[in-house]
């Protein structure tokens, strides 16, 4: 659910804070009511559904000890279970924090409070609400589902970065689930209701790159039959997700740059800039440490949309999640083919747990779905779970590692030798970064 069509109620005896969340919520929810007396509750939940409660924690003066908030959130599970509550007070207590969320609280806040805090506890709220696991996250995709350490921190990074308008750089592996995570920033930002607008940069050629980006006007050129509104133009108010950044030239990196430094854009045949406010998000499989080659990447490029880095990680680094996201797409692919009984067996978890997955999440899909539509039996085993060469660029699974290395190792000196010892221009070649091919010159000893 969204906050522009939840209805919100807050019970607090103080005057000031009643008028300063009404004055701030007003615009941006469906509806919202008050009420200074905490008897008022069981009427009013009796009257309307509330999707969240703000509840202060303490009425009578003097009294602090946080009892009647705690008394009243009790009432209010009673009445109606589902409606989330999240309780306010000015008095800090850990104890009195952790006894709130035990009964049921979804979340405690302290006053005076960041409106950016607020929104985003609220936020929360109501996607937990419609009973989405793991916070907020599946209601963007649920292939961010996660028990593991690492993908934890990064989640709790995404939620104190999301609120803000810092532009950000994804780095991870191809299949990692960058998109995803440029969905759940944006899911997470004040800017959610606006525009979400994807644009893969490695995708786009050279002559297409100012008119996609930029737009252009009718007769602007040969092909320019209409006025075009460009991809950042339509990001207004929103966030603009610029996927495989790393691969624009520097003549398209400084294009760039000016749009992000004057916050303006030039349709192509026009003359008059137009205004634009996005938030910036991108990502890239390349290192930053690559990136910041300045010979392949503008580094006052890469420091305006590095404000914060996230890197994600690659899927073999994320232990059980390997088991809890084959069994998401176990549940999505036997719906799809017809096969309600099918089950994950022990032998079939085993050998995913064992391989690398070079092409994470993305080839897990596909491992998974391969498996669903070759399975005849009631349990996926460790026969069906076949994976495929495409990542390894083996067109043999038994093809002699001898000969592959040989291979390999004379293709390396050859490009090599073809460049004059040019690392990057060697690299650039052969499709792969300069890190990985000074791990092949030190296992060949070139």
Request: proline content about 3%.
């Amino acid at each position: 659910m969204k906050l522009r069509n939840s209805n919100i109620l807050i019970v607090d005896d103080d005057p000031d804070v009643l008028t300063a969340v009404r004055l701030f919520l007003k615009p941006q929810v469906k509806s919202i009511e008050f009420s200074k007396y905490p008897q008022e509750i069981k009427t009013l939940l009796k009257e309307k559904d509330f999707d969240v409660i703000l509840l202060d924690m303490n009425f009578k003066s003097g009294i602090h000890s946080g009892n009647e908030g705690l008394f009243w959130l009790k009432e209010i599970k009673k009445i109606k279970p589902d409606t989330q509550v999240i309780l306010i007070t000015a008095y800090g207590d850990i104890d009195l924090a952790v006894r709130s969320l035990k009964e049921g609280a979804e979340d405690f806040i302290l006053k005076p409070w960041q409106n950016e805090k607020l929104l985003q506890s609220l936020h929360d709220a109501l996607v937990k609400k419609k009973g989405t696991p793991s916070s907020a996250i599946s209601e963007v995709d649920p292939s961010v589902l996660t028990e593991s350490d690492i993908m934890q921190d990064l989640l709790v990074k995404v939620k104190k970065v999301a609120p803000t308008d810092a532009n950000v750089l994804i780095l991870g592996e191809n299949g990692s689930g960058k998109d995803v995570l440029a969905n759940l920033i944006h899911f997470h930002s004040s800017r959610a209701d606006k525009p979400f607008i994807k644009v893969d940069l490695g995708a786009l050629s050279e002559s297409l790159f100012a008119s996609e980006l930029f737009g252009h006007k009718k007769g602007s050129f040969t092909d320019a039959r209409e006025d075009r509104v460009g991809r950042i133009e339509a990001a207004q108010g929103g966030t603009l997700f610029l996927d495989e950044i790393g691969n624009i030239n520097l003549n398209q990196q400084a294009k760039l740059l000016t749009v992000i430094q004057n916050r303006h854009i030039t349709r192509i045949g026009s003359n008059v800039p137009s205004n634009v406010d996005i938030r910036l998000i991108c990502a890239t499989n390349i290192p930053v440490t690559e990136l910041a080659n300045e010979q392949r990447f503008r580094r006052d490029l890469l420091y305006r949309i590095n404000t914060v880095d996230m890197v994600i990680p690659p899927l073999r680094a994320r232990g059980r999640d390997i088991e809890i996201l084959a069994n998401h797409f176990l549940k999505m692919y036997k719906e799809k083919y017809f096969k309600s009984d099918l089950k994950l067996g022990a032998s079939a978890v085993a050998k995913l747990m064992s391989y690398s997955f070079p092409g994470n999440i993305r080839e897990l899909q596909y491992t998974i779905e391969r498996a669903v539509i070759l399975c005849d039996m009631d349990v996926l085993t460790a026969s069906e779970i076949i994976f495929s060469n495409i990542e390894s660029n083996l067109p043999n699974e038994e093809m002699d590692d001898s000969k592959l290395s040989s291979v390999e190792k004379n293709t390396v000196i050859r490009v090599l030798e073809k460049h004059n010892g040019n690392i990057s221009k060697a690299a650039k070649e052969l499709g792969i970064t300069r890190t990985a091919l000074y791990r092949r010159l030190n296992k060949y000893d070139i």
